[in-house]
């Protein structure tokens, strides 16, 4: 079975600073996307960034960046210059062909200021 | 322009009650699912919807259906509440493959307590 691991509960990050969250997976997909979904105190779930497998060149997103290591199966996000609205849950997030997400289990953001 | 609707947003029950969460779409999307998030536990999967008119059980289907009603609407439905079923439950939908690099869009969410 496909599976995301996220090995870091809880985080924290002093504002400006910046933070970065891991997140490894295990598929057997030879082309698969990869995504960072944020989900602050309202519980909305957000779409952060996302990395198609292919491109060898990491995503990134204003203050989100990815680092991308197929070979390792590693996809951690990082966040720069932390701002207190960062504060959030963050899931990591792989689907598979068969049109089933796998989410990790979540890291709990916090922001200090 | 809504994306993801659910309702209700709360709701409490007591062990033995039926109730259906309600999910629709304006996103033209084929695919649906339904999540239930656990502290701890990340999201998982109960049920999904690849078109209209199918269905396929997911990670933790035991204690739900679902009806796929037409494209826009996909339920969740929960026939004699149990206490282990206290969640929160997301509707998601999903572009096609080729528009829109696999995105799941959610809805708000329902937070559910069987007592």
């Known amino acids: 079975a496909q599976t995301v691991t996220q090995s870091q509960p809880e985080m924290s990050v002093q504002e400006a600073e910046t933070v970065t969250l891991s997140c490894t997976y295990d598929?057997?997909?030879?082309?698969?996307?990869l995504f960072w979904y944020k989900q602050p105190p309202s519980r909305q779930m957000i779409l952060v960034i996302r990395q198609e497998a292919y491109k060898q060149q990491n995503a990134t997103e204003n203050r989100f960046s990815v680092n991308f290591q197929k070979a390792a199966k590693s996809f951690s996000l990082k966040i720069s210059d932390s701002q207190l609205g960062d504060a959030a849950m963050y899931f990591c997030a792989s689907p598979n062909t068969g049109n089933q997400f796998y989410f990790g289990t979540g890291t709990s953001l916090t922001v200090i200021p | 322009n809504a994306g993801v609707t659910q309702t209700p947003k709360f709701q409490v029950l007591k062990t033995g009650q039926s109730m259906t969460l309600q999910c629709a779409q304006d996103m033209n999307h084929n695919s649906m699912y339904w999540y239930r998030q656990d502290p701890g536990m990340g999201l998982r999967l109960i049920y999904y919807s690849a078109s209209e008119g199918t269905t396929d059980k997911g990670e933790v289907p035991n204690g739900y259906n679902v009806s796929r009603l037409n494209k826009r609407e996909f339920s969740l439905r929960l026939e004699s509440a149990a206490p282990s079923q206290t969640s929160v439950y997301f509707c998601?939908?999903?572009?096609?493959?080729?528009?829109?690099?696999?995105?799941?869009?959610f809805g708000p969410g329902t937070r559910l307590t069987v007592l």
């Open positions: 998601a939908s999903r572009a096609e493959r080729e528009t829109a690099y696999n995105e799941q869009f």
């Open positions: 598929t057997s997909e030879s082309d698969y996307y």
